[in-house]
């Protein structure tokens, strides 16, 4: 099965500076990649998603990427704030959207 | 957007109760739900499947008989843990998805503690 792995387990910037949160995959068929941001006590919220057919995505101070041959993508955060402080979690999954299979989560804090 | 609901937000029961959760998709038709389960500070665990009108499917190491999950009409799935116990405490979350998937939402989450 699919195994998604995510890094680092915490990170901690100083706000107005940039986050960078790394995800890999196992399964070249996975095809959907979804990253979600959970506030604490709070169900995951979808900030960012990205489809296999594309490389890159943006959405104001968000973008993922996407490697397919290396199976890898990952979140960057520009321009910081104190609210972005949450965990985010990567995931990956197959066209019919059926399992998504997460990654371990990464706590940002972000640093006034 | 899309909205799913969870209730309770929180529980709190004895050891050997039954607890019942339920998940609420509030604008669109969860033809699919799938129920999480998530320990402090660790990922989202999937614990089964379900599809209305049929029975769920369950993750393996799930047992079936302790969570009974019912999905019943398009806009309503129900987890029910019976004969709680400690160990069973945990923060669960559902999340919804229509027939195509373009809709993709979690709930808020429940936090159950079995004392």
């Known amino acids: 099965g699919e195994n998604v792995e995510q890094h680092p387990s915490t990170l901690s910037v100083q706000e107005g500076d940039s986050a960078v949160i790394k995800c890999t995959y196992s399964d070249s068929a996975s095809n959907y990649f979804p990253w979600y941001k959970q506030e604490l006590g709070k169900g995951p919220q979808l900030i960012i998603d990205?489809?296999?057919?594309?490389g890159e995505k943006k959405d104001q101070r968000i973008a993922v990427t996407l490697n397919k041959t290396a199976k890898h993508f990952s979140l960057h955060i520009t321009e910081t704030q104190p609210e972005d402080s949450a965990v985010y979690f990567c995931?990956?999954?197959?066209?019919?959207?059926?399992?998504?299979?997460f990654g371990s989560g990464t706590k940002l804090n972000v640093k006034p | 957007g899309a909205v799913v609901s969870q209730h309770p937000s929180w529980v709190i029961c004895k050891s050997g109760t039954s607890v019942k959760i339920e998940c609420r998709s509030l604008d669109f038709q969860a033809t699919t739900m799938f129920w999480y389960r998530q320990f402090p500070k660790q990922s989202l665990m999937l614990m089964a499947t379900?599809?209305?009108?049929?029975?769920?499917?369950?993750e393996q190491g799930v047992e079936k008989d302790k969570f009974l999950i019912n999905h019943a009409s398009l806009t309503l799935s129900t987890l029910t843990v019976t004969s709680a116990h400690p160990e069973d405490s945990s923060f669960y979350i559902c999340?919804?998805?229509?027939?195509?998937?373009?809709?993709?939402?979690f709930g808020p989450g429940t936090r159950l503690t079995v004392l």
């Open positions: 990205i489809r296999s057919n594309v």
């Open positions: 379900s599809n209305e009108g049929s029975k769920a499917t369950y």
């Open positions: 995931a990956a999954s197959t066209a019919n959207f059926n399992k998504f299979y």
């Open positions: 999340r919804g998805s229509n027939s195509r998937g373009a809709e993709q939402f």
